[in-house]
């Protein structure tokens, strides 16, 4: 059994800042992926960053220039370090990742969400 962990999520001031850490545990074979999505209230879940050993890392034009994605593929995490925090980046965010369970078998993990709230 595969878990995502996600933590560091909370309440901070516009233009502050915070640090969303994704830890995956149990029987991995490799991870291909990681990405962190967000649903803010009463919307869609939407990919907000994402960082692969294929293709690097990838942003939504909303966070560009203001959150950095990173991983750490021996410790099979990823992170999302988000300045200059907007209320409109308020949202419970989301730690997605691609891993191989065995050379051929690739399954997609969901954590359980953290909440990031930005007040005005």
């Given at each position: 059994?595969?878990q995502?962990?996600?933590?560091?999520?909370?309440?901070v001031?516009a233009?502050?800042?915070?640090?969303?850490s994704?830890?995956?545990?149990?029987?991995?074979?490799?991870?291909?992926?990681?990405?962190?999505?967000?649903?803010?209230?009463?919307?869609?879940?939407?990919?907000v960053?994402g960082?692969s050993?294929?293709?690097?890392?990838?942003y939504?034009?909303?966070v560009?220039?203001?959150?950095?994605?990173?991983?750490?593929?021996?410790?099979?995490?990823?992170?999302?370090e988000?300045?200059?925090?907007k209320?409109?980046?308020?949202?419970?965010?989301?730690c997605?990742?691609d891993?191989?369970?065995?050379?051929?078998?690739?399954?997609?993990?969901?954590?359980?969400?953290?909440?990031?709230?930005v007040?005005?």
């Amino acid at each position: 059994q595969v878990q995502l962990v996600e933590s560091g999520g909370g309440l901070v001031q516009a233009g502050g800042s915070l640090r969303l850490s994704c830890a995956a545990s149990g029987s991995i074979f490799s991870i291909d992926a990681m990405r962190w999505y967000r649903q803010p209230p009463g919307n869609q879940r939407e990919l907000v960053a994402g960082i692969s050993t294929r293709s690097g890392t990838d942003y939504a034009d909303s966070v560009k220039g203001r959150f950095a994605v990173s991983g750490d593929y021996a410790k099979n995490a990823v992170y999302l370090e988000m300045n200059s925090l907007k209320p409109e980046d308020t949202a419970v965010y989301y730690c997605n990742a691609d891993i191989r369970l065995t050379m051929s078998r690739r399954v997609s993990y969901w954590g359980q969400g953290t909440q990031v709230t930005v007040s005005s």
